[in-house]
């Protein structure tokens, strides 16, 4: 694993001891001396994890921190704050600046390369989220990151494994108000409840008699519908190994018992916050790709999606020996209906149009708005003639019922002209069979209109 860590400490000699430690495990390794510095690093370098000294003078490591995490640019970068402090309070401070984490001085090796390690996993995939957001599409992202996520008004849905009744009855105390909380005592069950329900954080108690709290992590963290949901692991006195090893396996944060009811709402809002802005994300990257492929006046498929979709469809009929079909579709005197109730009074008709289209084929068939007024239905395992058919019960349907359009739902007549055409057996192209389609609906267009016309070859 490697990656580019950010040393910040105004004492030579810390930043030196850190950046042998993180060389040694082949990390790339920056480093600054105050906080100025730091925050023009971040934003000018890819930065992956910051490890962040508290006491430094002029400006702290809580308002570097709290600038960074303010800040869109740099707000996704994980900040770990290493400090001679030891009061729950001095930590929760800081986890209300946004640290990700905290490491005590001395720092102990293991639990510092674990923390990296697990951090810079997190990183990645926000990463990956955050380039296939922009790469999609010009989403406007800086709103997008700067939303608060942390600030939000939903409370957490929280799943807590513990088999201890003492110890839940305090968890539930604590965060009242604050997490809508449900509790197991079960692991096997805790396990299934966590795959059935969407929650935005499991906290997994280490004190099972027989059973190893670290297998269930493992178990969540296999299975595609929990790999995302942020694991706290809530650990005694002196099981420091166990924790290294679970961070190891993707657990993203520890409480050591006693348990402060102030840490563990700070460290629990922020895993929350975490989550919210990678589902964000990845809402962001499926609303966009389901966006570039549909059409946003009608809601059909788009003609980008049909030009790369029908390909695949063509391959694995003249690979199943199995009929495909197509028919175009162009709705009769368009630029009339535009000029006679004006361009909202067009998008009406084919919004109905397309309504009417939708009704009429099956789940299975493709219907895409091609351009215009002109429509395109793929229709898999499909003969011929029963395409035709199909096109000459929607052709009936457009014609028998008058399109309502404005306020008033001003009546208006409505036809369609509609070309077929079919895989010929033997040597075919996509290119030839839309040809004999388009050829088709010329002649039907030609020939009257409100006609199916289908050609065989």
Same mark, same amino acid.
């Given at each position: 694993?490697?990656?580019?860590? /950010?040393?910040?400490?105004?004492?030579?000699?810390?930043?030196?001891?850190?950046?042998?430690?993180?060389?040694?495990?082949?990390?790339?390794?920056?480093?600054?001396?105050?906080?100025?510095?730091?925050?023009?690093?971040?934003?000018?370098?890819?930065?992956?994890?910051?490890?962040?000294?508290?006491?430094?003078?002029? &400006?702290? *490591?809580?308002?570097?921190?709290?600038?960074?995490?303010?800040?869109?640019?740099?707000?996704?970068?994980?900040?770990?704050?290493?400090?001679?402090?030891?009061?729950?309070?001095?930590?929760?401070?800081?986890?209300?600046?946004?640290?990700?984490?905290?490491?005590?001085?001395?720092? @102990? =090796?293991?639990? /510092? &390369?674990?923390?990296?390690?697990?951090?810079?996993?997190?990183? $990645?995939?926000?990463?990956?989220?955050?380039?296939?957001?922009?790469?999609?599409?010009?989403? *406007?992202?800086?709103?997008?990151?700067?939303?608060?996520?942390?600030?939000?008004?939903?409370?957490?849905?929280?799943?807590?494994?513990?088999?201890?009744?003492?110890?839940?009855?305090?968890?539930?105390?604590? /965060?009242?108000?604050?997490?809508?909380?449900?509790?197991?005592?079960?692991?096997?069950?805790?396990?299934?409840?966590?795959?059935?329900?969407?929650?935005?954080?499991?906290?997994?108690?280490?004190?099972?008699? =027989?059973?190893?709290?670290?297998?269930?992590?493992?178990?969540? %963290?296999?299975?595609?519908?929990?790999?995302?949901?942020?694991?706290?692991?809530?650990?005694?006195? *002196?099981?420091?190994?166990?924790?290294?090893?679970?961070?190891?396996?993707?657990?993203?944060?520890?409480?050591? +018992?006693?348990?402060?009811?102030?840490?563990?709402?700070?460290?629990?809002?922020?895993?929350?916050?975490?989550?919210?802005?990678?589902?964000?994300? %990845?809402?962001?990257?499926?609303?966009?790709?389901?966006?570039?492929?549909?059409?946003?006046?009608?809601?059909?498929? @788009? +003609? %980008?999606?049909?030009?790369?979709?029908?390909?695949?469809?063509?391959?694995?009929?003249?690979?199943?020996?199995?009929?495909?079909?197509?028919?175009?579709?162009?709705?009769?005197?368009?630029?009339?209906?535009?000029?006679?109730?004006?361009? =909202? #009074?067009?998008?009406?008709?084919?919004?109905?149009?397309? +309504?009417?289209?939708?009704?009429?084929? %099956?789940?299975?068939?493709?219907?895409?708005?091609?351009? *215009?007024?002109?429509?395109?239905?793929?229709?898999?395992?499909?003969?011929?003639?029963?395409?035709?058919?199909?096109?000459?019960?929607?052709?009936?349907?457009?014609?028998?019922?008058?399109?309502?359009?404005?306020?008033?739902?001003?009546?208006?007549?409505?036809?369609?002209?509609? #070309?077929? $055409?079919?895989?010929?057996? #033997?040597?075919?192209?996509?290119?030839?069979?839309?040809?004999?389609?388009?050829?088709?609906?010329?002649?039907?267009?030609? #020939?009257?209109?409100? +006609?199916?016309?289908?050609?065989?070859?």
């Amino acid at each position: 694993m490697t990656a580019r860590i /950010l040393v910040v400490d105004d004492i030579p000699a810390n930043v030196r001891l850190l950046e042998v430690r993180l060389l040694a495990e082949y990390f790339e390794v920056l480093t600054a001396t105050n906080g100025p510095d730091a925050i023009e690093t971040c934003e000018n370098g890819k930065v992956d994890v910051v490890l962040l000294d508290v006491m430094m003078p002029d &400006m702290d *490591g809580f308002e570097v921190c709290r600038r960074l995490k303010s800040d869109p640019a740099t707000s996704h970068i994980p900040v770990v704050m290493i400090t001679a402090l030891d009061q729950v309070s001095d930590r929760v401070r800081g986890l209300e600046a946004g640290a990700d984490d905290f490491l005590t001085k001395p720092v @102990n =090796d293991l639990q /510092l &390369m674990t923390r990296v390690k697990s951090l810079v996993r997190l990183k $990645s995939l926000t990463d990956e989220l955050r380039l296939r957001a922009s790469t999609t599409r010009n989403i *406007g992202i800086e709103e997008l990151l700067s939303r608060n996520f942390a600030s939000e008004d939903t409370t957490p849905k929280v799943l807590l494994i513990d088999e201890r009744k003492s110890s839940v009855e305090r968890i539930q105390k604590m /965060l009242r108000d604050r997490a809508d909380l449900d509790v197991t005592h079960d692991p096997h069950a805790g396990f299934f409840q966590a795959a059935e329900t969407s929650y935005e954080c499991v906290m997994i108690s280490t004190a099972f008699a =027989d059973f190893d709290p670290l297998r269930l992590c493992s178990q969540l %963290r296999s299975l595609d519908r929990t790999r995302s949901v942020p694991i706290i692991l809530l650990a005694e006195e *002196g099981e420091e190994e166990r924790i290294i090893r679970g961070l190891e396996l993707g657990i993203n944060d520890y409480l050591m +018992r006693p348990i402060d009811q102030q840490e563990l709402t700070a460290r629990l809002r922020t895993q929350v916050r975490r989550k919210r802005y990678n589902d964000q994300l %990845r809402a962001s990257v499926t609303q966009t790709i389901e966006m570039a492929v549909t059409d946003g006046l009608t809601g059909l498929h @788009n +003609r %980008r999606y049909l030009d790369s979709h029908l390909q695949t469809l063509f391959d694995r009929a003249v690979a199943r020996r199995r009929p495909l079909s197509v028919m175009i579709t162009d709705l009769d005197r368009f630029k009339a209906i535009n000029d006679a109730h004006g361009h =909202d #009074g067009g998008d009406e008709v084919l919004r109905e149009f397309a +309504r009417r289209l939708r009704k009429n084929v %099956r789940g299975i068939d493709l219907a895409c708005r091609f351009g *215009g007024e002109e429509f395109v239905v793929v229709m898999p395992d499909t003969e011929g003639a029963v395409a035709e058919k199909v096109a000459e019960r929607i052709r009936a349907e457009i014609a028998q019922a008058a399109f309502a359009i404005g306020q008033d739902g001003k009546a208006i007549e409505v036809t369609v002209s509609v #070309g077929v $055409s079919s895989v010929l057996k #033997g040597v075919d192209t996509v290119a030839a069979l839309m040809k004999r389609a388009d050829l088709a609906l010329y002649e039907a267009k030609s #020939g009257g209109r409100n +006609r199916v016309v289908a050609k065989a070859a």
